[in-house]
């Protein structure tokens, strides 16, 4: 029997003309209700890959399996058990939200006794009741994602593909649309795909990730383990005297490698045994007799990562959050999985 919430990929080549690779022989599994954030820069494959997974693009070479039906030979099977909320959002701007809802139950064969029902459930989940019959010209593009990601549910997806859904989203609509991912997982058991290209988004969501770089995907795991692969944290302490940055300095030497000073004034070293030295560090700056303006333990980011693996940051990283918004909060990840 066919794993209906799966997506299993093995060898998947998509060449455009002219022998351009968009995706150069990758290799994916992702499981039932399983969050997967896929992670890249623009032009690295993300959205080829989307395509192929969802029946847009057929593959070159290699095999990919979707709930279970291989894309290639049974894309009607696998459209009929995934939902997609692509990059451009494809409403008519003529209908309302809620004459949307009614037009997509009837082209996705929701029994007809369930339709006013499913949409009207919908719209209030993602918090468009109030605007429901309004068109959708007058929505706003926080609300147009939202009625997307409504749109994408109608017919009970056991896979949902969402390519970059938040981009340009002020951080109350990125939050919405954040706690019903992580809802349709947890209570729902539905498998969700999400490109982005937000490290923090995948942060907060993502059970595992992997990071596609010039067709190829260069790292995959969870995001604490890869965090813990490639980089330590960083302890930064700032003196009440900047003239005690030279002591602070060789209080910190033992501890680990020395890094750029994230501000004047300040002195930072990567940790070689992780923030389990915390307590000896205290001590060492105490019997250096020098008085602390400030501390702090900074985590290792999915940033460092990307670094680390491609040699260059992600657009995007260290935003976290549509322009001027603020940053995202570490502890929204436990939120999401509690």
Known sequence: MPDDRSIQVSGLVREFKGGIQ?????DLSVTGSEIYGFLGPNGAGKSTTVKVLTTLLPPSAGTVTVAGYDVAREGAKVRASIGVALQD???????????HMRLQAGLQGVPRAERATRGDDLLERVGLTDA???KSSTYSGGMKRRLDLALAL???PRILFLDEPTTGLDVQSRTALWDEVARLAREEGTTVFLTTQYLEEADVLAD????????VIVAEGTPAALKEEVAHPTVEVIPRDPEGCAAIGAALAPFGEPVAERGAG???VRLRSGADQLAEI???LDVANVTVAHLALHEPTLDDVFLAKTGRSLEGAGDGSAEGS???EPSRREQAAA
């Open 22 to 26: 968009a995706v150069d022989g990758i």
């Open 89 to 99: 959002v494809a409403l008519d701007p003529m209908l309302t939200g809620r004459e």
């Open 132 to 134: 429901a019959e309004r």
């Open 154 to 156: 109608l017919h009970r």
């Open 208 to 215: 595992r990730v992997g990071i596609i770089d010039r067709g």
């Open 266 to 268: 300040s002195v930072a």
């Open 282 to 284: 205290v001590r060492a």
């Open 326 to 328: 603020p940053p995202i």
